[in-house]
């Protein structure tokens, strides 16, 4: 016979497993945004095929959250661009960003999309938790405002 605290904790992990089947991904992120965002500078679009785009302002950078569906295999993807190509040292700029990824984006990371440094992190919606929705956005919003002014100031454009 199981124990009153065995039942409990079985019970709790019973509906922990049922909350985490039906997260409602975009509630999740429409309300980390709405607790990030600035000046109600928050943006939506949705496709007719079940993609959603979010723009939101955080401190000196623009943040693009995209969810490409519900599913499982679907995924959510969050950028912001902090300095534009070309730019001054090149060769200086690229070695400092791979540090970096090495020592403080934690799940983020910077790269190169159409001759733009973002900093970006994606993640399939498998399993995921709306506290790994809240992190996801927030490093990337912290991590572009964090850096895109001194990324410019050094790097600027050529």
Same mark, same amino acid.
């Given at each position: 016979?199981?124990?009153?605290?065995?039942?409990?904790?079985?019970?709790?992990?019973?509906?922990?497993? +049922?909350?985490?089947?039906?997260?409602?991904?975009?509630?999740?992120?429409?309300?980390?945004?709405?607790?990030?965002?600035?000046?109600?500078?928050?943006?939506?679009?949705?496709?007719?095929?079940?993609?959603?785009?979010?723009?939101?302002?955080?401190?000196?950078?623009?943040?693009?959250?995209?969810?490409?569906?519900?599913?499982?295999?679907?995924?959510?993807?969050?950028?912001?661009?902090?300095?534009?190509?070309?730019?001054?040292?090149?060769?200086?700029?690229?070695?400092?960003?791979?540090?970096?990824?090495?020592?403080?984006?934690?799940?983020?990371?910077?790269?190169?999309?159409?001759?733009?440094? +973002?900093?970006?992190?994606?993640?399939?919606?498998?399993?995921?938790?709306?506290?790994? +929705?809240?992190?996801?956005?927030?490093?990337?919003?912290?991590?572009?405002?964090?850096?895109?002014? +001194?990324?410019?100031?050094?790097?600027?454009?050529?």
């Amino acid at each position: 016979m199981a124990s009153y605290q065995e039942t409990l904790t079985d019970e709790f992990l019973n509906e922990l497993m +049922v909350d985490t089947a039906t997260i409602n991904h975009l509630e999740v992120i429409e309300n980390v945004i709405d607790s990030l965002e600035q000046d109600d500078s928050a943006m939506v679009s949705h496709t007719p095929d079940g993609a959603h785009l979010w723009k939101f302002k955080y401190g000196s950078v623009e943040v693009v959250v995209q969810l490409t569906g519900t599913t499982d295999e679907d995924t959510i993807t969050v950028w912001s661009v902090v300095l534009k190509l070309p730019a001054k040292d090149e060769t200086k700029l690229m070695r400092q960003l791979l540090e970096m990824n090495c020592s403080s984006t934690f799940e983020a990371r910077f790269g190169i999309i159409e001759d733009q440094v +973002v900093v970006i992190s994606t993640r399939t919606l498998a399993e995921l938790s709306p506290g790994e +929705v809240s992190r996801l956005i927030t490093v990337v919003a912290t991590i572009a405002d964090n850096n895109d002014e +001194v990324l410019k100031s050094e790097f600027g454009i050529a």
